[in-house]
């Protein structure tokens, strides 16, 4: 069975998502492929589309798991599972991995990463990224609160946490 | 069709729930109900418990979207709904509402928040209940991330706001 | 809490849908009212509304499972539950109720019932109603693989059984 | 993107599984992998894992969309897809097919092809392998009732089809 990484992150539409969180999102897709990991996320574009664009690089494989039909899905997901479930599916993004890496981010990524408190899902937020994940950080968003994510400072870091977890 | 409100927040088990928060739980259950409205939740203890126990005092109805069973569910569930998919019920929480309304909370409740973000459901904040909720109204989260939420002061001004959305 | 039982069956659009199965549904609203249970069904037409109708003949409590919005709910619906996840909601309507009737039905109906077999809810099939109900029962569909559905011969019989269970 | 096959079929326990629905799954396994697509299944045994199981003899790559967690998957899945949601995953495994074949099957098994029914999902039945499967072609189950599979007879038909939907 091969090690599942997810990757949460936001789309191509949001206009705080930085060239930096992007690259980021590359190079950890193309970690996770040469480590011999699966990339599941919701495989749809900005941060997503960029780690699958990583691992393809790679040679590695990529699923997506997608709000409604396999046209939502971006052209480096090589497996494509649609849900007709809308935003409902991002719990299931989030539960198929081993642990789960988050990237910038706006309120879906956050759907994602407060499911993964809950469930108690291995978590790594990756710093610099923006969105969410720097809010949580640099916020202290319930530092208090049974929250036990784990912070990396580079996409070399996050992999290496995720597949030690 | 009656209108149906749905009341987020933390569990018995939560350490910071306050007394406060409690009360307004209590008292947003027993608006709603004079209101003629019914009362959707998690169905469980803490806030959620105390909006039902509130809204039974005045003869409201009122529903538990439960994560497993029937057994779950508080003594002041009038209708169980078993969901048997865990965590998963939070969306359903969020989504049954005509609005929502969040009183303190944890993840579980961020996790609910988040989705009504995502899908647009009009969601309103009650200041001064601790926990997530007002971590995101003092620490600004996401403001400018496409957040569309309303603040509201007291119990009966949440229940106003609900009830006009 | 309110003993609740789940109705199923084809929507207004079956072109087999009988009378005799619409007359049989508002009779099993109406029984399931007078004992104080609440009626959950998916909230449309056809065997759902019929239902719903009977039930509020007798001031019962009808909640409607809705695939998408309150849009979708037939006007004897007093709680809607939209769930916007289309036909997958035909689970939560099988699994809320402490015991399930079937009434006629087509493929949607014999999705609730086999969940209902496959997760040993206490399931009723109510003869004469036609659809799959009666393929299954004058066909022995599976009989001999994990069966464990009630045949009611009238509504009588059948609200009697599913308070019974 | 990589063409999706989902297979429905008995679990292990299925006392009436014979040895054809286990060879009928091996090959169709094989088939679908030489054709380079890609095998999703519910991940556990009997007709999931001997399909699994071919599918890996021709280096094929299989999804497990699994009703818990990654321990109930059979040793021939590659990407084990926990979801924590039971016997509700099975519309997922149904959803997730470009299209799906049916091979045997009980309750669990119906359930899946139901859903596809009511979905409109391209849905193939191996005729001659017993269970449910048998009991829809040989009792005309709902034939009138807005069904739209396809009957074939062998491996290599079911396989054709399913690429050619």
Redesign the interface.
Known sequence: ??K?ISICGSDVD?N?LSQYAIDVAEQVGRLIARKGG?L?CGGQGGVMKAACKGAKEENG?T?GILPYT?KD?N?C????????????R???VA??G?AVIAIGG???T??EI??C???EKPLILIKGTG??VD?IIN?N??Q????HYFIANSAEEAVEKAFNL
């Open positions: 069975m091969k599942v949001d705080y699966v599941v494989i699923v396999k899905a052209e997901i090589d497996i494509a599972i649609p849900t007709n479930i809308g935003n409902v991002n719990y299931l539960n198929s081993d706006r309120w879906g956050l759907n407060s499911y408190m809950v469930s969105g969410c809010q916020g968003l319930m208090d609160i049974e929250s």
